[in-house]
């Protein structure tokens, strides 16, 4: 896994959100924590408008159940906000998606699974056979 800069956001300052940035830290990456305790619309919006502006590599966002960051990332033209609930599905949005931003809930997520889905998210490759398809998604936004 290549160090790179991560956007988080989070409308809920928590005991997982902190572990988090301290676990992408500790592993090398930026974390750049563009909205802590802000409204979870402006928390989706603002993390998704940082990776698509090119101010990082990748985006995290949660709220209580990732929901609601997820559909305001999305909002932005060129987010690709995936809302995960376990390493597969945060491997698959990356591989299948091209998945820029990584959402998940911080009701039912612990803190070893948080780290597993990040792991995955971060260290997994687009698929570029994908790419016609992710290339239409793009043309309908």
Do not use: Y
Request: hydrophobic letters at 45%; charged letters at 20%.
């Amino acid at each position: 896994m290549h160090h790179v800069r991560i956007a988080f956001g989070t409308d809920e300052p928590t005991a997982l959100t902190a572990a988090l940035v301290e676990h992408l830290r500790e592993t090398g990456h930026d974390v750049d924590l563009v909205a802590d305790g802000a409204e979870w619309p402006d928390v989706g919006r603002s993390v998704a408008e940082a990776v698509v502006g090119g101010r990082a590599q990748w985006g995290i966002v949660c709220c209580t159940t990732g929901t609601g960051v997820s559909i305001a990332a999305n909002k932005v033209t060129g987010a690709r906000a995936a809302l995960c609930t376990d390493a597969a599905t945060a491997e698959g949005a990356r591989r299948w998606n091209d998945a820029n931003v990584l959402a998940f809930g911080l009701r039912l997520t612990s803190q070893a699974l948080a780290r597993e889905m990040v792991d995955a998210f971060l260290s997994t490759p687009f698929d570029v056979g994908e790419s016609a398809a992710v290339d239409r998604l793009e043309a309908s936004s």
